[in-house]
């Protein structure tokens, strides 16, 4: 399997506080990973550095994209490369359409003749979507936000996308259809993709393996299925 993330003894520091303590793992194509853990594990600050949005000052070892080292590169050049992400908070335009949103998602690319069909998939991809086509940002709950932030993502062909948390204040219910809409990008679309996530549950459901974080280290990691039948991971994440 040829890996399209690699991170290897990476650790991440503000200043003083060592917030990750040398962990290493690998993505490999075609893969749906996540990463679970407790609050202050280190998994968001994990999460922002490889898209290259924390301070390159405090990352130690290496950040690796398909055989090239990211980890000290602008988040708008490791865009470019193809490693979209969707971060906490959505930061969906609220005075734009669903339409202009994902028109936005497309601003890096050179190829704008394909825009439109492009938009077309997303709809295709995210029904939800082209019901709220002509809404305004502002006026999405917060999981049409969440599925407007992913196809906006995808707008820019990416390879593989990292979310940080795409459960965070949503309803159950919701959650399964985000969760649903992100099979589909890996499966139809062959997207990659690595996820950040507190409920533990729904991410060892969704993924195909998983890395556990305690205090900056992976302490267990394997396939979901392994995962979700290891005591100490039942009792600790699964509520059990
Ligand atoms: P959460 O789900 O609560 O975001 P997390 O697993 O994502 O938790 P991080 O947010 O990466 O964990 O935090 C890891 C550690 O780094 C914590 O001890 C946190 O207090 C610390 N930390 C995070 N951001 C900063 C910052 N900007 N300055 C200083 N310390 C920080």
Request: glycine content about 10%; aromatic content about 6%.
């Amino acid at each position: 399997m040829s890996a399209m993330l690699e991170l290897e003894d990476f650790r991440y520091s503000y200043g003083g506080v060592h917030a990750v303590k040398g962990i290493s793992l690998q993505i490999n194509e075609g893969e749906i990973v996540t990463l679970i853990g407790a609050n202050g594990a280190g998994k968001s600050t994990t999460m922002r550095t490889i898209c290259g949005l924390t301070e390159p000052q405090g990352v130690q070892g290496k950040i690796v994209y398909k055989g090239k080292e990211i980890q000290k590169l602008s988040g708008h050049k490791i865009t470019a490369m193809g490693l979209s992400h969707v971060i906490e908070g959505r930061h969906i335009f609220s005075k734009l359409t669903v339409d202009e949103n994902l028109e936005m998602g497309a601003y890096l690319r050179k190829d704008t003749k394909n825009i439109k069909a492009d938009k077309e998939e997303m709809y295709r991809l995210f029904p939800r979507l082209l019901e709220r086509k002509t809404s305004l940002g502002s006026n999405l709950s917060g999981g049409e936000q969440q599925m407007l932030a992913i196809a906006r993502a995808m707008m820019n062909h990416p390879k593989m996308i990292l979310l940080d948390e795409p459960s965070l204040g949503l309803a159950p219910i919701i959650v399964t259809e985000v969760f649903k809409a992100i099979k589909r990008l890996n499966e139809q679309e062959g997207i990659t993709i690595f996820f950040v996530e507190q409920n533990s549950k729904i991410a060892l459901n969704s993924a195909q393996r998983g890395y556990v974080m305690q205090t900056g280290e992976i302490v267990i990691s394997g396939s979901c299925t392994d995962l979700s039948n290891n005591e100490a991971v039942r009792k600790a994440y699964l509520g059990e």
